[in-house]
């Protein structure tokens, strides 16, 4: 998708990226044989084949940052098969829910290979030097959640990936509601031990766990393991269909 995109392209907006879809042309390169056929003016044109190029260079050094900053952050998801190899699925749990006045207890960073966990008390400081390595971060509801307790806790850390908060593109194809929820419609299921929890239940084990029970931090560690894990297994489930939904959206726009 990220190569039939041009709207983070200077003076360039979803008009004009609507036009260029209809037209049947999709891919850069496809727009760089096929451009007079498109019927956009000509400096418009100009200006798109130089975007193009400059796309394609920061593509191929695998620039995300270019892509973060040029790119709506309600499309960053557009992104996400080129940069897949290189994604965090993040979720935090909390002793409550403002960044203002509550803290982290958990941080769960599953990279598509390995569920890393961070500790508050243990080993939460590491996020540190681990958030950084990746080009993507996959949340849900993160933008308003995570992200900001992240921040505030440790706002050494630089947050300039691309960020897919998947709440959003999500309510785009009628899957609306709370990850449990979403998983359930897409027929993901959860272990024995987690079914029916939720962030409530996340706040009482750690309370339970402040106290001396070590099978509480146990559960909330597995928990949020599975968080991460469906993060990323919704993603890869549903992106042909944002995809699909976003031309879709091209086509019926002309038709009106």
Known sequence: MLESTYIHMPMIGTAIEKRIWTCGVRKWEEFLCEKDSVPIPDKKKSLICAGIVDSLDRLKAK???????????????????????????????TTGLSPCYDNITVVGIYNGKEAKTY????NLEEIVEELPKYKALITFNGARF??????????????????????????RIGLSGGLKKIEQVLGLSRSEGTTGLSGFDAVRLWREYERGNS???????????????????????????????????????CKK
């Open 146 to 171: 995570d992200l900001p307790f992240i921040k505030r806790e440790f706002p050494e850390i630089k947050i300039d990936q691309l960020h897919i908060d998947l709440m959003y593109p999500l309510r």
């Open 63 to 93: 620039d995300h940052t270019f892509f973060a900053c040029s790119l709506p952050s309600s499309e960053h998801w557009r992104a996400y098969r080129h940069f897949s190899d290189d994604v965090a699925c993040v979720d935090i749990e």
């Open 215 to 253: 099978r509480s931090l146990d559960l909330l560690i597995k928990y949020n393991h599975e968080d991460i894990k469906n993060l990323r297994y919704i993603i890869d489930m549903v992106y042909d269909r944002l995809v699909e939904n976003k031309f879709g959206q091209a086509e019926t726009s």
């Open 119 to 122: 500790i508050k008390g243990i």
